[in-house]
């Protein structure tokens, strides 16, 4: 199985802020890389496909990126709104797994 | 409007069954892979179950030999039928359309699973 090694687990931040969660595939994923955010008592939200797509109606402040292994989210501005957890997703092949999240609270 | 809701959940002894549901609606069912993640309290996501538009059925080496997916396109339904349920299988269940190289860009609101005595 591949593994998603996802990181921090937990990020302090203000709004305003630059934010960045990284993901690491544990084999090539030839790009098949998404990003959730989830709030609690809520089902996840698809903010980003095929690492640096973005999902239909998601603002412009999220962003992905990867080189090799390794995939970025990025929040260029946080916003009130975005205090969350994010997950990675790896959809190359069955099974596909998760990474372990990244909860994002107010400094 | 696309549409996904699950239903039959609910509490369960060690070792007993349930049969989770999905009914969909808003889109060409049988076109889609339909998907089972699940999340216990104050855990991460966990790919469970898939089902393709074929029929082929995938499911995580923890559920292998005791779920069973599976779809009913004149219904724009698919089930999960859990047998021998153990306390960790404890969690929301949620019922997710995937769709090839986007993924799961639809999903339920959860129904949750309690194994317990």
């Known amino acids: 199985d591949i593994q998603m090694t996802q990181s921090p687990s937990t990020l302090s931040a203000s709004v305003g802020d630059r934010v960045t969660i990284t993901c690491r595939a544990s084999?090539?994923?030839?790009?098949?890389l998404a990003w959730y955010q989830q709030k609690p008592g809520k089902a996840p939200k698809l903010l980003i496909y095929?690492?640096?797509s973005l999902e239909s109606g998601v603002p412009s402040r999220f962003s992905g990126s990867e080189s090799g292994t390794g995939f970025t989210l990025t929040i260029s501005s946080l916003q009130p709104d975005d205090f969350a957890t994010y997950y990675c997703h790896q959809y190359n092949s069955y099974p596909h797994t998760f990474g372990g999240g990244t909860r994002v609270e107010i400094k | 409007e696309v549409q996904m809701v699950e239903s039959g959940g609910g509490l369960v002894q060690p070792g007993g069954s349930l049969r989770l549901s999905c009914a969909a609606s808003g889109f060409t069912f049988s076109r889609y892979d339909m998907v089972w993640v699940r999340q216990a309290a104050g855990k991460g996501l966990e790919w469970v179950s898939a089902?393709?538009?074929?029929?082929?059925?995938y499911y995580s080496g923890s559920v292998k030999g005791r779920f069973t997916i599976s779809r009913e396109d004149g219904k724009n339904s698919f089930y999960l039928q859990m047998n021998s349920l153990r306390a960790e299988d404890t969690a929301v269940y949620y019922c997710v359309r995937k769709i090839w190289g986007h993924g799961f860009d639809v999903w339920g609101q959860g129904t949750m699973v309690t194994v317990s005595s």
């Open positions: 089902i393709a538009p074929a029929g082929d059925a």
């Open positions: 084999q090539s994923i030839n790009s098949w």
């Open positions: 095929k690492a640096s």
